[in-house]
């Protein structure tokens, strides 16, 4: 029963629906600054979020979540 659940809350999590933000590096640059897309969220009915990253990624200074649609 709990394993059904489980599927369940990550179905629920992720769904058909598409992505509420995108989850996003700053580069550093001499111009203006540079955002990188490395991943998706999805925020869940009860505020928290649900992050899903691009591949395999090393992120040592933190991401920001934009919502999906923001030009940074």
């Known amino acids: 029963m709990r394993n059904q659940n489980q599927q ?3 179905a ?3 769904g058909s629906r598409q992505p509420t ?3 996003k590096l700053r580069r550093p640059s ?3 600054p540079i955002y990188e897309r490395i991943g998706a ?3 869940r009915e009860d505020g ?3 992050v899903r990253l691009h591949g ?3 992120v040592s200074e933190g991401f920001y ?3 999906v649609g923001d030009d940074r």
Do not use: A, C
Request: proline share 4%; net charge negative; charged share 20%.
């Open 65 to 67: 979540l934009y919502p």
């Open 8 to 10: 369940g809350d990550r």
């Open 30 to 32: 001499n111009e203006k």
């Open 48 to 50: 928290t979020f649900y």
């Open 41 to 43: 969220g999805w925020q």
């Open 21 to 23: 933000h995108d989850v």
């Open 56 to 58: 395999t990624q090393i």
């Open 12 to 14: 629920g999590q992720q």
